[in-house]
């Protein structure tokens, strides 16, 4: 059979829809390393820096803007120049190409990568303790300072990672409660999906009571506080929130456990800086020594019982946002639901100039007390860069940056089926050389507060039994 030449004319070339293309030049291949790269110095947890791609889609509020602005406003923690550099070199793409200029417009649907020499800010080394364990959860007690899922700057240096690593990197904890970085205690970790899913019903039926404690400004009263003032979310940005009349409806039960005078030490520090009788004008000066006060959270509004606290004019005393008289002024936020001494937008103002670049007087209480304040200075930049990547180093966090005096105590069922308790913290036990509370009674002074208002929470009979 005779073979015949084909003319090229004949069939139009194919054209793949898809033609296989080389992937673009990132700084190196992401990673995953394991063993995590933990290493423990000067009572700190620290983790190597490795390289990371962080992958996002287009947020609504990024859509029709330039990719350098986006980095700019959205991301503070790397100077401009740093951005704008990692644009240009490819460090940063979209959709898994490099864009052409740093005014590439970003659309929707738009997946925004960026790849990076990762450095975690160090936290504390006391470890993740177990309060209780069974077959399908994990009751534990939070050091404060440690967030408990990765975000932000905080990746491996979270609970969810720490546990992972003790126990293997194909286990899957799901956390069932919600902590802040900077808040310790009870905790909730699920070894599945069904127990998870068993106990998250429980807390957002209001079935499950729980208590914290907090260190406060002043002398907290001695009889029962309920503070039903709604609170409102006044910048999604800045996670800043505060009492308004709009907000939404929430509701604290509080009550002292005991209070602490200053000490003729404190008195006397205070007369080298104030002259007798010059408390005009100066509340602050009002508020000597601190309370230990107990919370019963009925309501579970983001910062619920840090907002309160200072509405009440008692902020948790070193609390970097809502115990800044810099942010706050004089009064430090009290009574003030109208802002009538202080707007929305200059509280925003004065909060977001305070950069990580500053020593960052985050809790200063008042002016004369500013100097103690830097001996205990915040994490703020170095002068130091990387050898590796030339991205501006953090000095160590300082004491404020890994502890809030606000601790999760207490959990249990409102039925009485279970409670766990944690030991109370450090800070909130009694100084040395004075007596007070080392244990906290139960919770049914709190929960009498507002059986009424709210049965689901005193479901269970004043005496009935729980399980410890």
Partial sequence: MALETVRDSAYPPLKEKNPFQEPPAVLVTPCDPWPRPYYLENGLRRVAPYHFTY?????????????LDIFSSEFRDRPLEYYKDAIERGAVVVNGKPVLTTSHIVKNGDIISHTLH??????????????HEDNDMIVINKPSGVPVHPAGRYNYNSVVEIMRAERGHQWNPLPCNRLDRLTSGVMFIAKNPRAAEKLSLQISGRTVRKEYVARVKGE??????????????????????RVRANG??????????????????????KSASVEPNSDQGK??????????VRCLP??????????????LGHPIANDPIYCNQKVWGQNLGANDADATQDTDEDIITRLSRMGKSEVADAVAYHDEMVDEYNKKKAEKMSGEVCDIC???????????????????????????????VSPLPAWALPPQGMTGA??????????????????????????????V
């Fill in 55 to 67: 992958n996002t889609y287009c947020k609504e509020r990024w859509r029709g803007r330039e990719l």
């Fill in 118 to 131: 990762r450095h975690e800010p160090p936290i504390t080394a006391l470890p993740i303790s177990i309060i």
């Fill in 220 to 241: 907290f009263p001695e009889e029962t506080v309920v503070c039903d003032q709604p609170i409102l979310q006044i910048s999604p940005k800045l996670g800043l929130n």
């Fill in 248 to 269: 939404k409806t929430a509701r604290t039960v509080f009550k002292r456990l005991e209070y602490y005078p200053p000490t003729e030490e404190d008195g006397a520090d």
């Fill in 283 to 292: 509340p602050w000066l009002k508020k000597e020594g601190y309370s230990i």
């Fill in 298 to 311: 009925v309501t579970g509004r983001t910062h619920q019982l840090r907002v309160h606290l200072q509405f």
């Fill in 390 to 420: 030339a991205t501006p180093l953090y000095t160590d966090p300082g004491e404020q940056e890994l502890s809030l005096w606000l601790h999760s105590l207490r959990y249990e069922d409102a039925g009485g089926a279970w409670s766990y």
């Fill in 438 to 467: 080392t244990e906290v009674p139960g919770m049914d002074v709190l929960v009498e507060a507002v059986r009424k208002e709210n049965p689901e929470i005193a479901s269970a009979p004043l005496d009935s039994p729980r399980q």
